[in-house]
């Protein structure tokens, strides 16, 4: 088992652009129904009355969730994204000792822990001479060696930002409010950061020849 290739490895086995997504966003989906309907779920299936409250409830199917994205991913490409890895042992972790404890806090704290760490991860690559943005976004498109870079300092700087406005809002608002925003606050934020970098995509980005020219 390996991780996966770097980002313009002719080697490396892509998966197609949604199905990549569906991988990396479906356990945060799964996070956020079992959250609105744990109550409901409960009364239904009264074994996961012992697991507890709703958020409870989400911690465990969310580490399901990315356990089953992770595991497959790793069957259709033979090899383990490496955002989505760090990721899913940070949650598993996390989620793990959210449940043991019956503590929200730690699940509240993962998205600080996620986001400082890929930051860190991104920003200290740098310093390294490695552009490990492409290893995430290469399927969407391909960049020169300056654009990786580029693009990888300013996403390195805003998963900071991500992480300082998870610390604001599981400080002072309920846990509802939390897990509304977590997926529908931050995955607008994402977006508008993303379309903001598209002067910087199509400038380095890199155009194939014409195989007719």
Do not use: C
């Amino acid at each position: 088992m390996e991780l996966e290739h770097a980002p313009n490895d002719p080697t490396r086995k892509e998966l197609s652009p949604l199905l990549k997504l569906a991988l990396e966003l479906g356990p945060l989906g799964v996070f956020f129904l079992f959250n609105a309907r744990g109550e409901q779920l409960a009364a239904s299936f009264p074994v996961l009355q012992a697991i507890g409250e709703p958020i409870f409830l989400a911690t465990a199917a969310f580490m399901v969730a990315i356990s089953i994205s992770l595991t497959v991913s790793l069957w259709l490409t033979r090899r383990l994204p490496i955002m989505p890895l760090v990721s899913g042992v940070v949650v598993l972790v996390f989620g793990a000792l959210t449940l043991w404890l019956h503590d929200e806090l730690f699940i509240k704290l993962k998205p600080t822990i996620v986001n400082s760490l890929f930051g860190s991860v991104l920003l200290l690559g740098l310093v390294f001479g490695k552009a490990l943005l492409g290893y995430v976004f290469d399927s969407a498109f391909k960049l020169t060696d300056e654009g990786w870079r580029k693009l990888t300092l300013r996403w390195g700087i805003f998963f900071f930002v991500l992480a300082a406005i998870n610390e604001i809002v599981w400080r002072n608002f309920s846990t509802d409010f939390w897990v509304n925003f977590k997926v529908f606050g931050i995955m607008p934020i994402t977006l508008l950061f993303t379309l903001s970098q598209l002067p910087l995509i199509q400038k380095h980005a890199i155009v194939e020849d014409d195989e007719d020219d």
